[in-house]
């Protein structure tokens, strides 16, 4: 009886103590974030920061407010959301298909890749005026817009992923005589799946970058709209507020991944 407590009670003291250091991690990462609002906040009041230029937080705090309690703040968010969800799906799908083509088969990489890695470092803005002549200022323009940020990360983490897995891996898959489904799914598929989160979480990163660009395209709601809207108006509280949002909503879209990504690389034993 002693022996079978013992280890059944292993696993659960294992837990609570995961759960106490991502709680940990959870107030180290507050932390900073925390002292550099309050000192700026107490620069503000005494007058430190021109108010006209950068506002106190309160400040900042007191217009999301405003603009929650009028509704507008969520027609915004809701938004920016649905087109960056739309366009990061887009984009990832065409990165996936076409990095484990270009990584896998090395006639597709010679073809495909030196057009792609062109491509890839065209600015975003350089792309808004293209799109507009070819789809308009319609949702379809911004969403592939979005879509083209994700696209580049997530190829060229894979791509690089695919070409890295060791080849004494393939060999012994060969050797064990394994078709080539099973010698993606049971070789490149785990040795890949690293590099393919980290390009997941970068094209989700510049996704929320060219999300801003993406609306300044005659758009007439999002937090993009909504940042410049508070330039030309001349309110940087509003400005500060947009900027605070961005901040905010790319945290947490990329800490849903990054927790995805965790559970599907549950298998590593990783220094982490």
């Given amino acids: 009886m002693k022996s079978l407590v013992s280890t059944t009670g292993a696993p659960r003291s294992t837990s ?6 991502f709680r940990l991690r959870w107030v180290r990462g507050f932390v900073l974030p925390v002292v550099l609002l309050i000192g700026w906040e107490v620069l503000s009041q005494i007058g430190f920061f ?3 230029l950068l506002p106190a937080p309160s400040a900042v705090l007191q217009t999301l407010w405003e603009l929650a309690l009028s509704g507008e703040l969520m027609e915004h968010i809701s938004i920016t959301l649905v087109r960056m ?8 799908a065409v990165a996936t298909i076409l990095g484990a083509l270009t990584g896998y088969f090395r006639l597709l990489h010679d073809v495909l890749d030196p057009l792609l890695q062109s491509l890839r470092n065209i600015p975003s803005l350089a792309w808004v005026p293209l799109f507009i002549l070819w789809m308009g200022i319609y949702e379809t323009a911004k ?3 979005i879509a083209v940020g994700v696209f580049f990360p997530v190829y060229l983490n894979l791509m690089s992923g695919v ?14 005589r394994l078709n080539a489904f099973q010698l993606i799914r049971r070789v490149f598929l785990p040795a890949t799946l690293p590099a393919y989160v980290v390009g997941l979480r970068s094209g989700l990163g510049l996704g929320w970058m060219f999300v801003v660009a993406a609306e300044i395209m005659g758009s007439s709601q999002g937090l993009g709209f909504l940042l410049v809207d508070g330039q030309t108006t001349g309110r940087p509280t509003v400005i500060l507020a947009s900027i605070l949002l961005f901040a905010i909503l790319g945290k947490l879209t990329d800490t849903g991944l990054a927790i995805v990504g965790n559970r599907l690389l549950h298998w590593q034993d990783s220094y982490r």
Avoid: M, W
């Fill in 16 to 21: 609570r103590q995961h759960q106490r250091v």
């Fill in 50 to 52: 021109p108010p006209n």
């Fill in 85 to 92: 969800a739309i366009g990061f799906i887009l984009g990832s």
């Fill in 143 to 145: 969403v592939a817009l």
């Fill in 163 to 176: 070409q890295s897995v060791d080849r004494k891996l393939v060999e012994v898959g060969k050797v064990y």
